[in-house]
């Protein structure tokens, strides 16, 4: 830990070598008195801090390595609409009025991602063209029709595609997928890239960003609150916003219990010749399949094949998991031949017990947005929007929630080895057997 302090780096990573957006961010150099200071400089405290401080408010986001080091700077880069439960889901779950608006609220979440890229000139790589859910078997296609349909009659841009329309759009081998639906108000970013947009536009806008600054204790200070810092430098914060997801520690008593991190991890080619490269995703699209397990893939800028999935319990993926996506690239696209690794790593993603995210009002002026379920990229921006809308006393769009612990929290590891294997051997079945 006093490694990481003193020198922070990125876990090595295609975006760690190919992020063009750079952000400095040393520790204070002294103790800070501010409105709200926010704990972890990833999408959601980035976003909550430039969403303050375009407001007005004066505001710090400390992080304990740097800006984008934790699952921001390293995840997928898809900007997907939506979240794990569908719109009418989400309006039996919390009633119309609340799931409405927290389907739109998840709904609108790229176009605020995209919107803040082009505010303030974010050099990320954005890809703008939609996002894609394959189906593997029969009865992904028929969750995935109707989950088109919901958003279909809420007026959102999207496109139910049929076996061979995902064929063309993915450029993958006929029969990999039976279908599946096109969301136009997806797409992609350099994740680092963005994140770090995300610090210069928040400090141009007067928040301070502040790295190597693991913060180690959070105690009352008459009506305030202050926020000890590994460094020795202390903050004192009328608001204070837990932003650590995936990296949640014990700074807030049981919030760790909240969220289940899982390791997903990713692999990235060497660039694919010019010729392979225009076959696959001819029209700028990215996906993610409808397993329980799913695999998520794209085409870099650089003519890269990127594919995630769920990886081994460990920052570092392994040999075996980069070689599993690889095969599973081939697999889908066997006319590029076989293909050379260039690149893996893997960081943390944060479930919740009911899959949905969390923000909550731990105390007087004690606020958390966490538990993206592996969608953080819209949502964890969207997730900093309404927490700066709750701090400055307006309605946010996602609810207000209680904390949700995890029974047995302290087992995790061995429930989240056994519902792999579980879902692994799920998902192989279905692929096998299509028409289940
Ligand atoms: C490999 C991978 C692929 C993914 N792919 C996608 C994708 O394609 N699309 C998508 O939507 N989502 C994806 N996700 C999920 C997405 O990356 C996350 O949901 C999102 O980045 C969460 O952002 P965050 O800001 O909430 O947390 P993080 O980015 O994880 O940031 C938390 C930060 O908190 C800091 N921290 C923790 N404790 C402290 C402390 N005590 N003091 C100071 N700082 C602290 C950490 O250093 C860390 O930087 C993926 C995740 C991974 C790991």
């Known amino acids: ?18 992020a063009r957006e750079r952000f400095d961010a040393p520790p204070p150099d002294g103790d800070l008195d501010v409105d709200v200071a926010v704990v972890g400089s990833g999408f959601t405290g980035l976003s909550t801090a430039l969403h303050l401080a375009g407001e007005g408010t004066r505001v710090v986001s400390v992080d304990a390595a740097m800006p984008g080091w934790g699952a921001s700077g390293r995840n997928g880069g898809q900007v997907i609409p939506g979240l794990k439960d569908d719109p009418d889901a989400l309006e039996a779950h919390f009633g119309a009025a609340v799931g409405g608006r927290m389907a739109e609220t998840a709904g609108a979440a790229p176009s605020l991602v995209f919107s803040l890229v082009d505010e303030h000139g974010i050099d990320c790589d954005v890809q703008r063209a939609g996002w894609i859910q394959p189906a593997h078997c029969r009865t992904a296609l028929r969750l995935v029709q109707d989950r088109c ?25 006929p029969g990999a997928y039976l279908g599946g639906w096109l969301d136009r108000r997806g797409g992609a970013v350099q994740p680092l890239a963005y994140a770090r947009g995300l610090a210069r536009a928040a400090a141009g806008r007067g928040a301070r960003i502040h790295g190597g600054s693991r913060v180690v204790a959070l105690e009352r200070d008459g009506t305030r609150w202050r926020l000890r810092l590994a460094t020795g430098a202390s903050i004192i914060a009328d608001h204070v916003v837990l932003a650590t997801n995936g990296y949640t520690d ?25 010729n392979a ?23 870099t800028r650089e003519g890269r094949l990127v594919m995630g999935g769920r990886g081994p319990y460990s920052e570092v993926p392994g040999e075996a998991a980069a070689r599993m996506a690889l095969a599973n690239l081939e697999n889908l696209f066997p006319e590029i031949g076989p293909l050379t690794p260039a690149y893996a790593w893997a960081g943390r993603v944060a479930m919740t017990k009911d899959h949905f995210p969390h923000l909550h009002r731990l105390a007087d002026g004690v606020w958390a947005g966490l538990g993206f379920n592996g969608r953080g990229v819209a949502m964890g921006t969207m997730m900093g929007r309404c927490l700066a809308e709750a701090i ?8 207000v929630m209680d904390p949700l612990p995890f029974r047995l929290h302290a087992f995790r590891r061995f ?3 056994a519902y792999s294997a579980l879902y692994r051997r799920r998902d192989a079945r279905e692929s096998a057997n299509p028409a289940l």
Do not use: C
């Open 149 to 173: 349909a919901q958003w279909r009659r809420r007026g959102a841009d999207v496109e139910p595609l049929d076996a061979e329309a995902v064929a063309e759009l993915l450029g993958s081998r």
């Open 415 to 417: 429930g989240i080895s």
């Open 1 to 18: 830990m006093i490694a990481e302090m003193l020198n922070p780096t990125m876990p090595p990573s295609l975006w760690a070598e190919t």
């Open 392 to 399: 400055l006393g307006r309605e946010p769009g996602l609810p």
């Open 277 to 299: 490269r225009a076959s696959i995703f001819p029209k700028d699209h990215v996906a993610s399949d409808t397993r329980r397990l799913l695999w998520y893939f794209r085409l």
């Open 250 to 274: 014990d700074l807030w008593p049981g919030l760790k219990r909240t969220v289940v991190p899982v390791y997903s991890f990713q692999t990235a080619s060497e660039p694919l010749s010019p």
